[in-house]
């Protein structure tokens, strides 16, 4: 078991640029959630799925930022337009029945 | 609403110090409480979890006690080691909802 893989592991990209963050998570696990993790803010909460539905994107910034979720095998968390304040770790947890989270080792995103 | 408070930013210590990490949370209910622990360029791992079945974790030789009365669940060692330096989060959930993570305490263990 490989656990929660997620990649690119480090992106950079120009102010206004648009990021797309990849999360393949454990198979068999059922929920998939995203945070951002800064030393100012700590571990946010983004958004989550449940058997690749929807379920809570309450942490989502609504304006730039979109989640989703295909197929069983993979999510993506997509930023348009990037802005220096995006700059953060961005963290995919996968888990069964929404209890213990595995975390991939997180994607860390870079806006000039 | 529910969250998790974690005043102690970064803790020193040598080794063999005993450790205490405080964590409270603010709830109305009686959730799951997990400790996570964190080494760099990782994402966080699950360390141990309590639920109000058994009210006390026990892994690593590290452990949590879950208080109802004080709202409380401090983590603790005995004994630390070097390779205990890590980002260690508290955190809670209620079943069909995300999990709440406190802001992290930062420990460094010198030799």
């Known amino acids: 078991n490989a656990g929660v893989i997620q990649t690119p592991r480090h992106k950079v990209t120009g102010k206004g640029q648009e990021a797309t963050l990849w999360c393949e998570p454990i198979s068999g696990h059922s929920a998939v959630f995203w945070y951002r993790q800064t030393i100012v803010q700590g571990l946010e909460f983004l958004t989550y799925f449940r058997n690749q539905a929807p379920i809570d994107d309450s942490g989502m910034p609504k304006e730039r930022f979109s989640a989703q979720m295909p197929n069983q095998s993979h999510s993506t968390l997509k930023i348009q337009s990037t802005q220096p304040q995006d700059s953060a770790v961005y963290l995919c947890?996968?888990?069964?029945?929404?209890?213990?989270?595995?975390f991939g080792a997180g994607t860390r995103l870079s806006v000039l | 609403g529910d969250s998790v408070t974690q005043k102690q930013g970064q803790v020193t210590l040598s080794e063999d110090d005993f450790l205490f990490i405080n964590c409270t949370y603010s709830?109305?209910?009686?959730?799951?409480l997990f400790w996570y622990v964190q080494y760099p360029g990782q994402g966080p791992q699950l360390l141990l979890k309590?639920?109000?079945?058994?009210n006390k974790g026990i892994s690593r030789g590290f452990e949590a006690t879950y208080d109802k009365g004080t709202t409380s669940f401090h983590l603790q060692k005995a004994s630390v080691q070097e390779s205990d330096s890590a980002v260690y989060f508290c955190?809670?959930?209620?079943?069909?909802?995300?999990?709440?993570f406190g802001t992290g305490t930062k420990l460094q263990v010198v030799p």
């Open positions: 955190a809670l959930h209620y079943s069909g909802t995300y999990q709440r």
């Open positions: 947890a996968s888990s069964l029945c929404q209890n213990t989270l595995y």
């Open positions: 709830t109305t209910t009686y959730p799951t």
């Open positions: 309590v639920t109000t079945a058994n």
